[in-house]
Every structure is written in structure tokens, then in C-alpha cells.
């Protein structure tokens, strides 16, 4: 009797205590490199930055976490127009939920500059963020919700791991996510599948999805402009990217593969649009089986 005891208590505890992951089920390895490169359109149209994407698994006393960082800057060429220097930074647990534990963002583009510090607690549904802003000074918030809030890079590697093989097509799925002092709700659906010809790639079956994004109360009336916001030229009065939120604006096409590689994606920004492709890559947990031809 004692035993059959035991066994439904480590039973429950395995249930309810956050398991490691097996590493054969992530689409992505500690070694994954990825560059792309971005593309703006605006009465011209031309390549004006590219974006690294570096993962690290590490052990801390917390147990295993991914480390990631994507690096923004323009070429060089555009330095003298509009420099940006941007940097995010993510880690997460290494368990089933992808667990965000901490997110930096520091911000340079032009004369302008930007800091957030994002730290979780309660279970990822609880966040303490702090935003240091060249206009603004130094401010600290404290968000909370029923789900895990994410930052976007823990977002896009939830996306990866779970998302695609188990939205249906047209399905919504909500997700929580800090972006600079505002809490926003992501809502992705897989559009189809399709066969997307990636320049310096080839063609690839893809998987198309839609995202769009709605806006929490800001915490801060007398800063409810975003300067980060991504928001479309057709309304030059819309200073907060409230054109941006609502509908879906942006397309990512994600590699229809075990990778779930972001190939590609599209967005509107203040002025004129922006593309982004996949130029390079590196250290990839599977083939790139979705590749027809290069």
C-alpha cells in the first residue's frame, strides 16, 4: 500500500514540477546561427541592415537556459543616413514552457536611445520592467496576466518549438508580450502552406502566418507615443503605431520542416515597409529539408 502511494506522489510531482526538455524535441540546437537581412522599401527600395541571431544553451544554478541574442545594425553605407546599433537579449529555462527569466533590449538609432531590463517572477506571469528612455528618464513597471508574458525573442523560439505543429489552420493563438513599457497581446494564425522562392536561399515550402497585435493601456499617459512601434506612413497623425495594432500587418513564413526556420517576413513600419530574409545559417538541428531547389 505505502508503495502504490509512493508511486501516485512521484507520479503528481512529476506532473506538476517543470521537467527538462529532451533535447531531440526542440527545433533548434545551442549552436544555431542565423543571419538576415532587411530590406526597406519607401519610394526606394534597397538593403539596409542585417540581423544576427546567436543561441547558447548554458547551465546556471537554476538549472539549463537558452541564451540568445539578435543584433540589428545597418551597413555601413546607411551609417551616415540613419545609424541603428540595436541589441536584444533573452534567456530562458530550458524546460517545455521555454520559460523567459530575463530580457535586455538597448536601443541606438540616430541621436536616439533606448534601455529595457525585463525580470520574471511568479511563474513568468508576473514581470518587472524597467525603462530607461533618452526623453524620458528612468521609469519602472510591474505587469501581470493569467499566461506567461513573453519577450519577443522567447516568443518567436515558443513559436518554433510548439506553435506551428499544433495551430490548426486559421486558429488563433494569444500570447502575452512585453514590447519597451507596454504589454501587448500577439495573436498568430497559420494562413497555409506555400512554396516561397527565399533570394540567396532558393525555393522553399514555407508555412505562412499572420500576426497581429493589440495594445494593453499604457502605463504612462504622458508617454503614450512609441517611437519603436511599428505603424504604417498612411496616417502621418497616428504617433502612437495605432495603425499598426488591430488587423494583421505582419507575415512571417517560417520553414515547413523540423526547423521552423523564419525564412521571411514582412511589416509595415512609420514610414514606408520592411522585408526580412534568411541569408545565412549555421549550426541547424535538422537539414533544411524544406529547401526544393537553391
Aim: include cysteine; charged fraction near 25%; charge should be positive.
Amino acid at each position: 500500500m505505502n508503495k502504490i502511494l509512493l508511486t501516485v506522489l512521484l507520479a503528481a510531482l512529476a506532473i506538476l514540477m517543470p521537467s527538462a526538455l529532451d533535447a531531440q524535441e526542440l527545433p533548434f540546437s545551442d549552436r544555431e546561427q542565423l543571419r538576415i537581412v532587411i530590406h526597406y522599401k519607401w519610394g526606394f527600395s534597397a538593403d539596409i541592415a542585417e540581423l544576427n541571431v546567436n543561441v547558447k544553451q548554458e547551465e546556471t544554478a537554476s538549472g539549463p537556459q537558452f541564451y540568445t541574442s539578435a543584433k540589428i545594425a545597418t551597413f555601413k553605407a546607411w551609417d551616415g543616413l540613419f545609424k541603428i546599433r540595436d541589441t536584444y537579449e533573452s534567456r530562458f529555462a530550458a524546460t517545455p514552457d521555454l520559460m523567459p527569466v530575463y530580457s535586455h533590449r538597448n536601443i541606438s538609432e540616430g541621436s536616439y536611445w533606448a534601455r529595457n531590463y525585463f525580470s520574471w517572477r511568479n511563474d513568468g506571469r508576473t514581470i518587472d520592467v524597467k525603462v530607461d528612455k533618452q526623453k524620458y528618464g528612468h521609469r519602472e513597471f510591474e505587469y501581470s496576466d493569467k499566461d506567461i508574458i513573453r519577450d519577443v525573442i522567447n516568443l518567436v523560439f515558443m513559436i518554433r518549438y510548439k506553435g506551428l505543429d499544433r495551430m490548426a489552420k486559421s486558429t488563433r493563438v494569444n500570447y502575452p508580450m512585453v514590447m519597451d513599457k507596454d504589454l501587448v497581446t500577439l495573436s498568430f494564425r497559420i494562413i497555409g502552406r506555400e512554396t516561397k522562392k527565399i533570394p540567396g536561399i532558393g525555393e522553399c515550402r514555407t508555412i505562412k502566418t499572420g500576426v497581429s497585435v493589440r495594445r494593453h493601456a499604457p502605463k504612462d499617459a504622458d508617454d503614450a507615443s512609441d517611437r519603436f512601434s511599428l505603424a504604417s506612413a498612411s496616417d502621418s497623425s497616428n504617433m502612437d503605431g495605432a495603425d499598426f495594432y488591430g488587423s494583421e500587418k505582419i507575415f512571417i513564413w517560417f520553414s515547413d520542416d523540423q526547423n521552423h526556420l523564419p525564412l521571411y517576413f514582412s511589416a509595415p513600419v512609420a514610414i514606408g515597409s520592411i522585408n526580412g530574409r534568411l541569408a545565412s545559417y549555421s549550426g541547424l538541428k535538422y537539414p533544411l529539408a524544406s529547401l526544393i531547389t537553391p
